[in-house]
């Protein structure tokens, strides 16, 4: 359905974001901005982005996709259902649906769960109605292919006009005082208290690694930033505790932590199997060696842990072994250096052409 491209040509994408404070800025806002300043001869890029649905038939008549970020509500599936009735008919551009996560089979101890079982009918339907879709992992991709059977993947990447250069920890001096050891994500990574005095218990943390913190806060200086685990709530005081930060100030903010250590445990699962191995890219980013679970996202990590003794092994060999985190985060590094930034190995020119490539067009 897409115009066939002819030069010297235009590629417009236009996107309507259903999160503006996660995947729709790392994965929509960012690489729009350095799109519209991407340069080949014969060929000008335009994107926009809305959180407001138009509705005017001649405003998609240049639009060479439309694209539906995460929408998740019947709200947002009224509007999707207008689209593909209405204007599509009349604009012939395609309609994509794109992802960052699983919005299915969310366990039951994420507070987000009811949220989405509730709205599932209306994902499962814009699904089934798009062009194609976009999705970040191929684990993803394998789990929604029940609902479309064109869909493409794009990596998430980091911008690197924001995070800026990386200066890796280990190139200084092991700090005299306690490592400090970060853990950063939102508050779905653990069972919030009202669902635990439910009965609905379970989170990324398991009882030994809580346990751990618990014991080492004199040992180590424990940082967590976005969530907070109520199991830790005895130490709180004894702990570094940083509230959420919006997606634009997080990476002065997470930088600024001056962290030794990081630390990314998902429980298994297939929710979990489906996440992008975005901590491993920020942690690089910031120069620090990390431990991962050994699961899907982190599976080129270098350090893995399968259970809470692995991890706990792992965070204790960091702290005490400089040189160790040194081949830990080159490793790291380098397993993701491909992916890292939008800027670089010319993930800009993939991301245009995953979306032509749908329809058989390339730049």
């Known amino acids: ?125 814009m699904m089934e109605m798009s062009d194609a879709m976009i999705c970040s992992t191929n684990r993803l991709k394998q789990v929604y292919s029940k609902y479309n059977k064109k869909i493409e993947i794009i990596e998430n990447h980091l911008p690197k006009f924001i995070w800026g250069d990386i200066y890796p920890k280990h190139q200084y001096e092991p700090r005299e005082k306690r490592p400090r050891i970060l853990w950063g994500g939102s508050q779905n990574h653990f069972a919030i208290k009202p669902l635990v005095e439910q009965g609905i218990t379970g989170g990324d943390f398991g009882k030994k690694l809580l346990n751990f913190i618990k014991k080492t806060t004199d040992k180590y200086e424990w940082v967590f930033s976005g969530g907070f685990p109520f199991q830790l709530e005895s130490v709180k005081n004894k702990i ?77 060999k960091l702290a005490d072994d400089i040189d160790f985190r040194a081949r830990v985060w080159r490793k790291d590094h380098q397993s993701c250096r491909g992916q890292l930034w939008w800027e670089e190995t010319g993930n800009i020119k993939k991301y245009i052409n995953t979306y032509l490539g749908i329809f058989g067009q390339k730049l």
């Open 240 to 316: 570094e505790y940083h509230g959420w930060k919006d997606v634009f100030n997080y990476p002065r903010h997470i930088k600024n932590l001056d962290v030794d250590i990081c630390m990314a445990p998902l429980m298994p699962g297939v929710f979990n199997e489906c996440k992008s191995n975005i901590k491993q890219l920020e942690y690089v980013a910031i120069g620090c060696p990390a431990v991962y679970s050994d699961i899907e996202p982190y599976k080129k990590c270098h350090l893995k842990a399968k259970d809470d003794d692995e991890l706990i092994a792992g965070i204790e």
């Open 1 to 125: 359905m897409a115009r066939k491209l002819k030069y010297p040509a235009r590629v417009s994408f236009l996107s309507y974001l259903g999160d503006t404070q996660g995947c729709g800025t790392i994965r929509v806002i960012y690489p729009y901005l350095l799109l519209n300043h991407f340069k080949k001869e014969g060929l000008t890029v335009h994107t926009t982005f809305f959180s407001q649905f138009v509705d005017d038939i001649s405003f998609y008549s240049n639009q060479t996709f439309v694209q539906f970020q995460r929408s998740a509500t019947k709200q947002h599936f009224e509007i999707f259902q207008q689209f593909k009735n209405r204007i599509q008919p009349q604009a012939k551009v395609p309609i994509i649906y794109e992802i960052d996560d699983l919005l299915i089979d969310i366990p039951d101890w994420n507070y987000a769960q009811p949220y989405y079982k509730n709205n599932q009918p209306y994902i499962e339907k």
